[in-house]
């Protein structure tokens, strides 16, 4: 894939924060990724990882120590208005809009900012709020709605002037279940109907494996793994089985069942691990044997991110929701 068909690429990218009396701290180290036009990239790790400061970085909020980002071509420290034109962010735990002015106000003003204007700025403005569920509620004060509701007036705000890439720090935080879908299906909808570039940071390991066309992994600012999403899953594929028993099942804290996680499920308790080898396998299915307890089923595990991330990323990796 050449440069023409990334959104964003990025070099070397650093950032070091001084600290009083000892060496810097490092918030990001050496970080190099080409993130694809038009799809959703997910940006994953742990509290502190420098996903955070990265993205940051990305959209010129924050000033690297060293290493270039560059948005559709574009050096973002060397032509950051042009860039901000480019791209909508909505950040995790940042007051994204102004709480004194209605939905609708907000929506208008930061259109204009990013010079849309007039009936097209009206039309698209109208058009997220109904896809979002809001139109009724587009002149009431944002500090009235609730915290999902400005979550998604936040959304809205971020792309209603059309940018080409699209950065969600952890987007469907707060949200009840229909809004958390509502937004789910937009973000897909960004990048399959209308060919945006959604760079997106969550602890919600089933949306990422749901939305995400490539997905890159960072522990303790570096990047551990770097690739699309289905050569992620097929890691976990691999030696992967589920094994069904009839009735409760205890905490193994030794033997061949000590390294399976056990989940109860409507009666029944599911194994869930990885062998290397058959033997390992015959050994777990022996040591139920002696248990004498009922085996029901033993199938090959589904791919799924989260066992992949608990890999990669052992005692760094986050409470996942």
Request: net charge positive; hydrophobic share 45%; glycine share 8%.
């Amino acid at each position: 894939m050449t440069p023409a068909h990334h959104a964003v690429d990025i070099a070397g990218l650093t950032k070091l924060y001084p600290r009083a009396g000892g060496a810097p701290v490092t918030s990001v180290d050496h970080v190099s990724l080409s993130i694809p036009a038009g799809r959703v990239f997910a940006l994953l790790g742990a509290n502190g990882a420098g996903k955070t400061t990265t993205i940051k970085m990305i959209c010129g909020l924050v000033v690297p120590t060293a290493g270039t980002v560059l948005v559709e071509g574009l050096d973002v420290r060397r032509f950051r208005r042009r860039v901000m034109a480019r791209i909508g962010v909505v950040l995790e735990g940042t007051r994204n809009l102004y709480w004194r002015l209605t939905a609708w106000e907000n929506l208008l003003y930061f259109g204009r900012l990013r010079g849309c204007r007039g009936g097209t700025l009206k039309a698209r403005a109208e058009l997220l709020l109904r896809d979002f569920d809001l139109w009724d509620r587009r002149h009431e004060l944002v500090q009235l709605l609730s915290r999902g509701m400005q979550q998604q007036v936040a959304i809205a705000c971020a792309v209603v002037a059309d940018p080409a890439v699209v950065i969600l720090d952890e987007p469907t935080l707060g949200l009840d279940a229909e809004a958390a879908r509502r937004v789910r299906a937009w973000i897909s909808a960004l990048t399959r109907g209308n060919g945006k570039t959604v760079i997106l940071t969550t602890h919600q390991l089933d949306m990422a494996q749901e939305l995400s066309d490539h997905v890159a992994i960072m522990s303790r600012g570096r990047i551990v793994a770097s690739r699309p999403m289905a050569e992620l899953l097929e890691m976990s594929r691999v030696g992967a089985y589920r094994i069904r028993v009839k009735g409760t099942l205890a905490s193994v804290c030794a033997g061949p069942l000590q390294r399976w996680n056990l989940e109860p499920d409507n009666g029944d308790t599911i194994l869930l691990g990885h062998v290397t080898q058959d033997a390992q396998l015959y050994e777990v299915l022996d040591e139920l044997r002696q248990r004498r307890v009922p085996l029901l089923e033993v199938t090959p595990a589904e791919p799924d991110l989260e066992d992949v991330y608990l890999q990669l990323m052992g005692t760094d990796a986050p409470a996942v929701r």
